[in-house]
């Protein structure tokens, strides 16, 4: 392998990436950015919604905060895929730091393309419809159905993401690396496994109890067939 071909940070190490250019912000930079900016969305979230519950407070944080990371963070990479290796604007290099947990993102792999692309503009929208659903009284009634759908969504599209990968043998990452491979790649997208499948059985739960006291409500006893005797 020629060592002309090495030009960056990511694995394989033979991928050609021959507009890749290195991040012109620093790794706290980049990363202090965002993480500040989820935790400012759900402080002002916590705060601005004293009046209901902790659980609901809780997923309101969560599917807002959703919403902003699918619609624009995965958003940016569905519609610049091709083209944000070479970019210096702050979400490219968002997307070239990840992509050093999996390199996929900087190579624009159509897997991840065609699945981002969906998580963008469909789960984005539906994670704030569903957060309004627990706000606001006039959709109120629909919030476990977008709550369920939306999770199942999440929960199906970062299972394809990891079994892809492990099917590929962990080729595009620093296997075992710490920052790259167990905070990228692993623990940030684990959440996206784990608290899903918390809404989603939390949702099947609620409502399974409403329709078991819809049956009941609504109980009719079978009304008896007539006999006719016949001499």
Known sequence: MSTSTVQHPYFPRDTVLPHYKPNVSSLPEILGIFFGLVAINVL???FSTKRHTTGVRIKICWFVSCGFI???LEGYFS???ATLAGEDTYLAQMWKEYGKGDSRYVT???CMVAMESITAFVDGPLCFLTAAAFMFPKIYKYRYVLQISVSIC????DTLYFSTEVLEGFAHSEYWHPLHFWFYFFFLNALWIVIPSINIIDAVLSL????STVDMNTKT???KKSLKKYH
């Open 70 to 72: 699918h619609f624009i």
């Open 44 to 46: 002002v979230l916590w």
């Open 221 to 223: 006893t079978p009304k």
């Open 79 to 81: 519609l610049y895929h």
């Open 208 to 211: 399974s109890q409403t329709q």
């Open 154 to 157: 999440q929960l199906y599209g």
């Open 108 to 110: 624009g792999e159509t």
